[in-house]
T-cell receptor, first 114, second 112 residues
Framework: AQSVTQPDIHITVSEGASLELRCNYSYGATPYLFWYVQSPGQGLQLLLKYFSGDTLVQGIKGFEAEFKRSQSSFNLRKPSVHWSDAAEYFCAVSSGGATNKLIFGTGTLLAVQP | EAQVTQNPRYLITVTGKKLTVTCSQNMNHEYMSWYRQDPGLGLRQIYYSMNVEVTDKGDVPEGYKVSRKEKRNFPLILESPSPNQTSLYFC???????????FGQGTRLTVV
């Protein structure tokens, strides 16, 4: 069965510091991979997605993620964090196809210190 | 503006009183889905619909019903709500394939 693990429940970084949020998945084939961000009181916004091809994916708001098949990982990175990046981040996996079901991780809550 | 609209945003109700949470999208998406979000569990799929009159269960369908009579609308129905359905609910839509690109703002439901 597909699953997604986000090992860090809560992370605090200083503004201007670099950020890496971890995501590991379990899936038999190459999955479709996603990162979403949820700001307080808001819905989920798609940051980026990986389907195939270049394993380094660029997203919105200056985020990027790298697919590493050998490690079953899809970590999210940002070189310099802004205070407005404080939010909860969700990694998700999908097999694609007709059912289109997304399996979400439990989320990582990011706090940004001034 | 492309969007998924849920109503209401907040709802407090009593056990057993039927309620409906509406979801509407203006992007002509075929695929729509409902999720619930609970602390420590992430988002779990309740029901999904691949097109009009085509719906199917997700991972946690018990206690919920849906209908898809029109492409743009996908209401979530709780016939007899119970306290364990207290949660944050999200509706989402997409073009199909793998990417659910659009989520609604969420409906926070409390059942007492």
């Amino acid at each position: 069965a597909q699953s997604v693990t986000q090992p860090d429940i809560h992370i605090t970084v200083s503004e201007g510091a670099s950020l890496e949020l971890r995501c590991n998945y379990s899936y038999g084939a190459t999955p479709y991979l996603f990162w979403y961000v949820q700001s307080p009181g808001q819905g989920l916004q798609l940051l980026l997605k990986y389907f195939s091809g270049d394993t380094l994916v660029q997203g919105i708001k200056g985020f990027e993620a790298e697919f590493k098949r050998s490690q079953s990982s899809f970590n999210l990175r940002k070189p310099s964090v802004h205070w407005s990046d404080a939010a909860e981040y969700f990694c998700a996996v999908s097999s694609g196809g007709a059912t289109n079901k997304l399996i979400f991780g439990t989320g990582t809550l990011l706090a940004v210190q001034p | 503006e492309a969007q998924v609209t849920q109503n209401p945003r907040y709802l407090i109700t009593v056990t057993g009183k039927k309620l409906t949470v509406t979801c509407s999208q203006n992007m002509n998406h075929e695929y729509m889905s409902w999720y619930r979000q609970d602390p420590g569990l992430g988002l779990r799929q309740i029901y999904y619909s691949m097109n009009v009159e085509v719906t199917d269960k997700g991972d946690v369908p018990e206690g919920y019903k849906v209908s898809r009579k029109e492409k743009r609308n996908f209401p979530l129905i709780l016939e007899s709500p119970s306290p364990n359905q207290t949660s944050l609910y999200f509706c989402a839509s997409g073009l199909g394939g793998a990417a659910l690109a659009f989520f609604g703002q969420g409906t926070r439901l409390t059942v007492v």
